[in-house]
């Protein structure tokens, strides 16, 4: 069974920054589009970066973030990361990872707290 496993969020004050990796255990993602997603309180879950497995892995990112994230993945290690830089309020949300369209279970998150 595939287990998505997130981590590396927490609390910071608004302009800092954090890494979060997904650990995908018991599934091969080298050839699936990855991605992270963060769902806010009270709001649905949507999308924020992705990247491909194949064509030089081409990188997406939704408005709200770009500039700020970087989503990069190690195919070898079946880990996705996203670098998240001069964080803001509106950033907090729960964030997991999974397939682009989403076809995973999904994982617990990680809860990313950016105070003002």
């Known amino acids: 069974q595939v287990q998505l496993v997130e981590s590396g969020g927490g609390l910071v004050q608004a302009g800092g920054s954090l890494n979060l990796s997904c650990a995908a255990l018991?599934?091969?993602?080298?050839?699936?589009?990855m991605a992270w997603f963060r769902q806010a309180p009270g709001k649905g879950r949507g999308l924020v970066a992705l990247?491909?497995?194949?064509?030089?892995?081409?990188?997406m990112y939704a408005d709200s973030v770009k500039g700020r994230f970087t989503i990069s993945r190690d195919n070898a290690k079946n880990t996705l990361s996203l670098r998240m830089a001069s964080l803001k309020p509106e950033d907090t949300a729960v964030y997991y990872c999974?397939?682009?369209?989403?076809?995973?279970?999904w994982g617990q998150g990680t809860q990313v707290t950016v105070s003002s």
């Open positions: 999974n397939t682009q369209p989403p076809r995973l279970n």
């Open positions: 018991g599934h091969t993602f080298s050839s699936a589009t």
């Open positions: 990247m491909t497995g194949s064509g030089g892995g081409v990188r």
